[in-house]
């Protein structure tokens, strides 16, 4: 197969002029596992020598930058990944200018819409990656009455696309997406580019299933609260939040179970909603944020059922467990049924 075809040089172009905020290139700088630094510098075994190029993290700037994008487009950079950041609008619903362009057309001075550059390059990638959830699914400025038709990397390329390699298109939500999320879907990539790994293992909706497979609730440590009908009736408390408006149980995301740098921090470890950025349906289908869950509502109604009785048949348990067994005590005689022979 094409995929586990082993090359020894991937470049990767990083496209971040659509719209966006940069949130996901800021936050990869974090990552650990691994960190950017170790797959630039080649510090992980049998992975091909990486080129990065990134407009916020190049050397190079203008024309000179420019160039690999050019290339890319000629044919001389192959294999190579191409990133997206940022939600994509819709060109062709206006009469005239852009929404978003990357460089400059030396024929006609005018910008290169940055969808332009989608469809130069897409077709001649060994694989595509959206990074966050703009990419992914057209995040915050894809909600509706926007004037941009803003729309996520699938949407636009097709569902069922697929890289001259066969890769569907890999998506990484988050907003931004989580660092090490990022970077460990790029590293299994390098690997199966170096004929190291099989194809990647994604969901329906294009995440990789070992990163997206379980909800935020199933990691969350204020689970078991939720189960017992204990909930938050205020910012700070460390029950269950759902009742504060956390969509947690029914989110795919690891963030509660990996947090945010070095297994530290996201929203519900820090005391913060869950509010669905990873979901296809952010933010339209999860608005208002900071208001129960219609779903939240009849199922935490039901847990407050059984949950206080749950807890106060626990609470006997915790106390009968708390007390020492019958039989110890002080003195010489022994009732633990040992015999001195």
């Known amino acids: 197969m094409a995929t586990r075809a082993r090359v020894e040089e991937v470049h990767i172009l990083w496209m971040n002029d659509f719209l966006g905020c940069d949130g996901d290139t800021i936050s990869i700088t974090a990552a650990e596992q691994p960190s950017l630094e170790d797959i630039v510098l080649g510090a992980i075994p049998g992975l091909p020598k990486v080129h990065l190029h990134n407009p916020e993290l190049a050397a190079e700037v203008g024309d000179n930058f420019m160039e690999w994008w050019y290339k890319a487009e000629r044919g001389e950079l192959d294999p190579f990944v191409l990133v997206i950041e940022g939600s994509i609008p819709n060109e062709n619903i206006k009469d005239e200018g852009y929404w978003a362009a990357m460089g400059t057309d030396h024929a006609t001075g005018q910008p290169i819409p940055s969808t332009q ?13 959206a990074a966050g959830t703009c990419a992914t699914y057209g995040g915050i400025h894809a909600m509706q009455g926007n004037p941009t038709g803003a729309m996520g990397l699938p949407d636009y390329l097709g569902w069922n696309w697929r890289s001259k390699a066969g890769l569907p298109i890999v998506c990484v939500p988050g907003c931004p997406v989580q660092p090490d999320n990022f970077m460990e879907t790029l590293l299994y990539l390098l690997y199966q580019a170096a004929g190291m790994s099989p194809m990647i293992p994604l969901d329906e909706y294009l995440r990789p299933t070992w990163l997206f497979g379980k909800t935020v609730h199933e990691g969350c440590d204020r689970g078991s609260y939720y189960e017992e009908g204990d909930f938050a009736k205020e910012y700070g408390s460390p029950k269950c939040l759902v009742k ?33 950025c990873t979901m296809p349906g952010f933010p339209d289908k999860l608005m208002p944020f900071m208001d129960e869950p219609p779903g939240g509502k009849v199922s935490s109604g039901l847990i407050g059922l059984y949950g206080p009785m749950i807890r106060s048949l626990r609470s006997i348990t915790n106390h009968t467990l708390n007390e020492e067994p019958r039989w110890r005590r002080k003195g010489r005689e022994l009732v633990t049924g040992y015999m001195i022979r």
């Open 244 to 276: 504060l408006g956390c969509w947690g149980p029914v989110v795919q995301c690891n963030v509660t179970k990996r947090g945010w740098m070095r297994g530290r921090g996201g929203c519900p470890n820090v005391g913060g909603i869950c509010i669905g």
């Open 117 to 129: 550059w989608i469809d130069r390059l897409a077709p001649k990638a060994w694989a595509v990656v």
